[in-house]
């Protein structure tokens, strides 16, 4: 009752919070204030009504004319702009508009290059703290400006400088560039939902996205440090730390994607690269084939850049954490149709486990992207990835608790580990085949080599504290091969608009590998209260003479679809799709009898969205899932495959000028299929279990304020069998997945002054109270987690100091299986971070 209670308070604080500014701006209707004059006549307002707030002047529209000494810029505003800043930067000169923000009917940034002889760009984009820059760039020197102010808007006339070195207009292009995306914690368009880049606004789907900001300003490394930030997605599992598992509005999701593309890692993904986190709630089978009904997470990667941009990055904190990061980017040729980026990070660290136990990882991806003409555009990427950590399976089970010993103390042997290499490659080749067509093609190989070899816990006597383990290595090899192809247009059927994507993609996944044991009554246990390690010299792998799996399994999918987003008018919208999967599996098994089956599903989605006005949508879909199925019944065939179902509604707004998005969505979610035991054959399996999940989220992201950024979360969900499953009655929980979920973090920068750029963030994370493993036979408490940070940033670089588990909080994230391998979170960490880029 007190995680409900304390959920709803926050709750409720959120949305005052997200709210107060508008209500503030619509209480006191201020006249247009001359911003020079701004100190006198406020001192004539009664200050003690309401707090005084200069509302920006708006550009709505920019103007480019060439003349014979040069250009002419004209910014067009409903009042007279203030006089602009000037500086120079290499080829560039420079102009900072104070009180200003663009509002363009095409969007918050303007860019023109070549616009007049002796100009070879021309690019305004929004600053914090309510300011426009202005960047004109001279082909071989800073251009030179007579500014205008009189009237409303602002003219600029633009002369041509002397001939100088191109190479600072290099630099000045720079600046202009990467001005666009500083400190952004709201993403206005996605692309999972529909493989298209699509406005939010207009996708009736719950997606959320969590840009590269929120991750570097909570210093995250996992993919989980990304997800605690939106509803309903929390760990579940994770193979003893070593594997990335976590669970979506109720159901497991142990596959990722990676630029739209599975990605069957074997291990913890790396984030070095990525750009931003799109978290796609729901059945997604439509586009991406045989998932869990739950949603989808995919990782959109860094690219390369038209300009030159290099960034030094390096982590250090609490128990020997150091993470050194380089971001490289740049055109190779002239014309910048050639371009490439180079990511590499090296993380090494002791843990707070007991006996130093090392994580050492290595990554490096080089991408290469290639203009080949206007029309056509072709990326080479590459990446190399080796891990090696601990293999830790946690914490132990007592009665409905968790064993009370120290949080560091570790129940298996001082050297288990495990290791994994992976290799990928592909490509991805688009071309426009007219102003309104174009077909893209993409190819994802992936080639993944993983050992382990730990003492694995068995069974805890409770009376005595005693923990039976067996040494157990698992040695994997995984291979995967998929290809894209989809064709996307425009087209018009009298009054509405379409955007067609017709695709297919292939697959092939192959995983063998085999387990080995070293025979029974070898192990030795151990009293968990007062642990004796390497009791016996540890056993070599070819000790490990009981082989419990020896396997090579195959997966080919052949799956076609097509997806039809429907402008019925202005403000209605209809999202139709379909897809066909036929499935190949195969499992060639040295200790049992092989098996094989050819499962095929239909799969659609429907979803409609009405904008009553421009900043607000509501939205509903349904939606299917499905997966192959290995439970067989007693005649020997397969069970049909595993489906889900979706029903949602939901509503999406954008806040404060588009600088705060909001996401309120209900839905419901059944799974069938589940293959139960045959209580007639107990050897077999019949397809009658079910498992459903219903709840109501809430994510808000943006900017409340210039500076003052949030990022939040509220999650209810309501997941159960609803029919008897492996002897769970009806009604029972699910595994790892709370009732109640709850994020909420905020950063301040200081916009002027002495402190500028010097900011403060703290934020909460809750998860409530779950079931500890299958048979509910124990209890996950549920725990507050509270972060805080610190930071500043000058010019080209960034210091900061976050304090992870700020009050040290005891608490676990997840269990594995059983009652001997539950995940704890780490006490109170400190990591200190600078960045430089030039």
């Known amino acids: 009752m007190t995680d409900k209670l304390q959920s709803v308070v926050l709750l409720v604080g959120l949305l005052s919070i997200a709210s107060a500014p508008e209500v503030r701006a619509q209480s006191v209707a201020l006249p247009e204030i001359d911003p020079a004059q701004a100190s006198v006549q406020a001192s004539d307002l009664n200050l003690a009504q309401a707090p005084v707030q200069i509302t920006p002047v708006e550009i709505t529209s920019v103007r480019l004319a060439p003349e014979e000494t040069g250009l002419q810029l004209t910014l067009e505003a409903a009042a007279s702009l203030a006089e602009p800043d000037i500086s120079t930067v290499g080829n560039a000169l420079i102009l900072e508009i104070p009180n200003a923000v663009l509002a363009l009917p095409e969007g918050e940034t303007f860019e023109a290059a070549n616009p007049a002889e002796g100009i070879a760009f021309v690019s305004l984009t929004n600053l914090d703290g309510s300011r426009v820059q202005v960047s004109i760039t001279g082909t071989d020197a800073p251009p030179a400006a007579e500014v205008n102010t009189e009237g409303t808007g602002l003219v600029l006339g633009v002369v041509p400088g002397d001939a100088m070195a191109d190479a600072a207009a290099e630099e000045a292009l720079q600046i202009a560039v990467t001005g666009e995306q500083e400190d952004d914690y709201v993403v206005n368009e996605a692309t999972t939902a529909t493989r298209t880049e699509t406005p939010l606004l207009e996708i009736p789907r719950s997606i959320q996205v969590v840009p590269q900001q929120v991750f570097e300003d909570q210093a995250g490394n996992r993919i989980d440090d990304a997800t605690r930030n939106v509803s309903s997605v929390v ?24 630029d739209g593309f599975r990605d069957p890692s074997n291990g913890i993904l790396e984030t070095s690269n990525v750009e931003r986190f799109e978290v796609l709630k729901g059945p997604a089978s439509v586009l991406y084939g045989n998932i869990e009904p739950g949603g ?13 941009n290099y960034e030094f990055d390096v982590q250090a904190g609490s128990y020997g954490f150091v993470r050194p990061t380089i971001d490289l980017s740049g055109p190779l040729t002239e014309s910048t149709d050639l371009r490439y980026r180079l990511n590499l990070a090296y993380e090494h660290s002791d843990g707070f486990r007991d006996f130093d136990q090392d994580v050492n990882r290595f990554f490096a991806a080089p991408v290469l992207a290639w203009d080949i ?257 290995f439970g067989t019944a007693v005649d020997g065939s397969f069970l049909d495959p595993e489906r889900g179902t979706q029903y949602e509604v939901g509503l ?92 909420l973090w905020s950063t301040y920068e200081i916009q002027a002054g002495d402190l500028q750029g010097l900011g403060f963030g703290a934020g909460v994370f809750h998860v409530g109270e779950r079931a500890g493993n299958f048979d509910d036979s124990f209890d996950l408490p549920g725990y507050w987690r509270t972060d805080a940070a610190v930071f500043y940033n000058r010019d080209n670089w960034r210091a900061s100091i976050n304090v992870q588990n700020l009050f040290d909080e005891r608490y676990f994230k997840s269990n594995n299986f059983g009652r001997v391998a ?17």
């Open 822 to 838: 539950i995940e704890p979170g780490a006490p109170l960490t400190i990591i200190g971070r600078v960045s430089v880029e030039f």
């Open 296 to 308: 989808i997470i995919n990782l959109v990667t860094e690219q390369p850049l038209p300009f030159s």
């Open 373 to 629: 003409s206007e029309d056509t555009r072709l990326a080479l990427d590459f990446s190399y990835l080796d891990d090696e950590r601990p293999f830790d399976r946690g914490f132990i089970a007592t009665g409905r608790d968790i064993v009370d010993t120290p949080i560091s103390r570790f129940f298996g042997e001082p050297e288990d580990f495990r290791e994994t290499e992976e290799i990928s490659a592909g490509y991805r080749l688009e071309h426009n085949l007219s102003d309104r067509w174009s077909i893209r093609n993409a190819l994802r190989i992936v080639s993944s080599d993983s050992l382990d070899f730990r003492a694995e816990p068995l069974s805890l006597d409770e009376d005595t504290g005693i923990l039976t383990r067996n040494f157990r290595s698992n040695d994997d090899v995984s291979e995967s091969y998929a290809l894209q192809t989809e064709v996307e247009g425009q087209f018009s059927t009298g009054a509405i608009e379409h955007n067609l994507l017709l695709g297919f993609d292939l697959s092939r996944l192959t995983f063998g590998g085999t387990q080995s044991r070293l025979p029974a009554g070898l192990t030795p246990d151990i009293n968990i209260f007062d642990p004796v390690y390497n009791q016996i010299p540890r056993p070599d792998l070819d000790d490990l003479t009981v082989v419990v799996r020896d396997s090579v399994s195959r997966t080919d999918n052949l799956g076609i679809f097509v997806q039809d987003q429907i402008d019925l008018t202005d403000n209605l919208k209809l999202l139709l799709g379909g897809r066909l999967d036929f499935v190949e599996q195969r499992s060639d098994d040295n200790l049992r009898e092989d098996s094989s089956q050819s499962p095929s599903a239909f799969s659609p989605s429907i979803g409609l969205l009405y904008g009553p006005i421009e900043s607000f949508s509501l939205y509903a879909n349904y939606a299917r899932s499905f997966q192959p199925n």
């Open 652 to 743: 999406r707004g954008e806040l404060l000028e588009g600088n705060l998005i909001a996401n309120l969505a209900a839905y419901t979610i059944t799974k069938t299929n589940l293959a139960t035991t045959d209580p007639n054959n107990p050897d077999f399996n019949l397809p009658i279990a079910e498992q459903r999940s219903r709840g109501i989220e809430l994510d808000v992201a943006g900017e409340i304020l210039p500076g003052w950024n949030v990022i939040a979360s509220y999650g209810y969900i309501d997941a159960e069998f609803t029919e008897e499953f492996f002897g769970l009655e009806p009604g029972s929980r699910v595994q790892n997945v709370p009732e109640n979920t709850f994020s």
């Open 235 to 258: 760990q579940d599992g994770g193979f003893a730390g070593t594997v990335d598992q976590l669970n979506i509005r109720g159901f497991s999701v142990s596959e990722f994607f990676r």
